[in-house]
DNA sequence: TATATAGTTATAGAACTATTTTAATATTAT
DNA sequence: ATAATATTAAAATAGTTCTATAACTATATA
């Protein structure tokens, strides 16, 4: 398992988070088309961020669907809570139910 | 302006944040005794977080002190927010009155 | 002024990171 | 089977980061 806060600290996988953050189940190709760089590049960049536990990868024919893991993310935000001696309730149970909602929209 | 991303990837560096939030104002010497390495190396590590913003310092005679600077870390959270589409305005309520209660308890 | 203290800066080596190009693999379609 | 497509793997290169040691700077004190 690869460090979350390496692989957050390059801009372009921060990109790829936010890309996954609007639109679930992308493919590298459609990943890629936001970038400059090769696919290469950016496959490797989706091994990070899939090794790091922020992304999960999932097999579809000759495709991989990524898609962002929310609750690791929160696991992040967990740090700043920490820094602040504060607990934020709020942003977990909100996670929690899109979360949800979403398991129950996928047919 | 160096990345706040890049300085929060380092674990020395993490852990020298979440000591200044439970202690301001502390001097590189202080801070080197919770680690294993040398004070040269912490000194790049308080540089690198002064550069990202994410810590203040203040001269007073021959010692340098530290302390977090709330507002950046926030800044920070926003990306998860925007990753979640979501405002996370209790938490920014909440350190900035507690910059307050410090700022009126520095008499 | 001399000396001690607190801290930074310079330098060098080891380890890590990122990108590109080229090749290999797996799946689907013909 | 063969070709086409989507994607990863490998190898080479370039660049960055971290740490330690040694040298330097600034302040305080005797």
């Keep these: ?54 992304i999960a990868e999932r097999k579809l024919g000759k495709n991989r669907l990524y898609s962002l893991n929310r609750k690791k993310s929160l696991k992040l935000v967990e740090f700043f809570e920490d820094m602040y001696d504060y607990k934020l309730n709020s942003l977990k149970e909100y996670v929690e139910n899109k979360e949800k909602k979403k398991k129950n929209n996928e047919n």
Aim: aromatic share 4%.
């Design 1 to 54: 398992m690869g460090s979350p806060w390496k692989a957050l600290s390059d801009d372009n996988r921060r990109k790829i988070l936010l890309l996954l953050g609007k639109k679930d189940n992308m493919i590298p190709t459609e990943i890629a088309e936001h970038f400059k760089s090769t696919l290469p590049a950016i496959s490797i960049q989706l091994r990070i961020l899939k090794e790091a536990d922020l």
